[in-house]
């Protein structure tokens, strides 16, 4: 394995946990705003005068607290999409994937020099929010995959579960090698 095998190697782990992280914010952001609708338009439909109407004879009598309640869960919700910014980090997660696989083009043609795409990368570190590091493991072990590495970082069901929500220390995923192949 030459230097830009390493370099790809590291290209192809940042692509696949931008990818990982830019799906979760983006499926998160959707959840955060279907409560945000739901809970809004049920709050809304419960503030409606409790006449029963010709074709909605079983109307219940309005319910002031249920109103309550699901605006507050709407609130809570649209306040915790905006604070976090969740749509914004499906993003940047989004533009830094298409940095990294740029980058993996680049690294694919005839003349590339290890040394300009090493910097080439670390100019791109710059972008990089603070890792998550179970998240980084898992795209290692899917890198290590993809490039038929020998090596893998250990993960626990735990972490890969909490990998999107907790900062783990990144010497909670000691490496180990796989055995060598027979054939």
């Given at each position: 394995m030459n230097e830009l095998d390493d370099?790809?190697?590291?290209?192809?782990?940042?692509?696949?946990?931008?990818?990982?992280?830019?799906?979760?914010?983006?499926?998160?952001?959707?959840?955060?705003?279907?409560?945000?609708?739901?809970?809004?338009?049920?709050?809304?439909?419960?503030?409606?005068?409790?006449?029963?109407?010709?074709?909605?004879?079983?109307?219940?009598?309005?319910?002031?607290?249920?109103?309550?309640?699901?605006?507050?869960?709407?609130?809570?919700?649209?306040?915790?999409?905006?604070?976090?910014?969740?749509?914004?980090?499906?993003?940047?997660?989004?533009?830094?994937?298409?940095?990294?696989?740029?980058?993996?083009?680049?690294?694919?043609?005839?003349?590339?020099?290890?040394r300009q795409m090493r910097q080439r990368i670390v100019r791109t570190l710059v972008d990089e929010p603070p890792i998550l590091h179970a998240a980084n493991a898992l795209a290692f072990n899917g890198a290590a995959q993809n490039m038929d590495y020998r090596r893998r970082s250990r993960i626990t069901p735990s972490q890969r579960f909490w990998r999107h929500w907790r900062a783990y220390d990144p010497t909670d995923f000691p490496e180990y090698s796989l055995p060598a192949r027979t054939e």
């Open positions: 370099l790809r190697f590291e290209i192809i782990r940042g692509a696949m946990y931008h990818d990982d992280l830019e799906r979760h914010y983006a499926r998160l952001h959707r959840w955060i705003m279907f409560i945000v609708i739901f809970s809004g338009t049920a709050a809304a439909a419960n503030m409606l005068p409790a006449q029963p109407i010709l074709w909605w004879p079983w109307a219940e009598p309005s319910k002031p607290v249920l109103a309550l309640l699901l605006s507050l869960l709407s609130t809570l919700a649209g306040t915790v999409d905006i604070v976090w910014d969740v749509s914004g980090k499906a993003r940047l997660h989004s533009s830094l994937k298409r940095q990294a696989y740029d980058l993996l083009a680049d690294c694919e043609d005839a003349d590339c020099d290890a």
